[in-house]
């Protein structure tokens, strides 16, 4: 009887971390262009290193312009998917 409840036990430890994994990966479709660097199907938060930051959204997510570093401090603007922009105080984006 110990086989079948453990075998069961797997399974259902199995199915619910498979439908667990899917929701914690999501990427924009598109490209984020980034100070000049271009990043393919982008997620998460990416650096600039030059300033004015310029920041292209081609993707279908929202990006956020922040002030800081490792999209930390104050988001100074709001990219929809389509546009693009030059910020004077940005320094990395977050897309989502």
Do not use: K
Request: aromatic letters at 6%; one cysteine or more; glycine letters at 12%.
């Amino acid at each position: 009887m110990r086989r079948p409840a453990t075998a069961c036990a797997a399974l259902a430890a199995a199915g619910a971390l498979a439908l667990a994994l899917p929701a914690t990966a999501f990427a924009a479709d598109g490209v984020l262009t980034v100070g000049g660097h271009r990043y393919e199907n982008p997620s998460g938060c990416y650096n600039g290193d030059l300033r004015p930051l310029a920041v292209s959204n081609r993707t279908d997510g929202l990006v956020r312009v922040y002030t800081r570093q490792d999209c930390t401090g104050q988001v100074v603007a709001l990219l929809a998917p389509g546009s693009e922009g030059l910020y004077e105080f940005g320094t990395s984006v977050d897309v989502r």
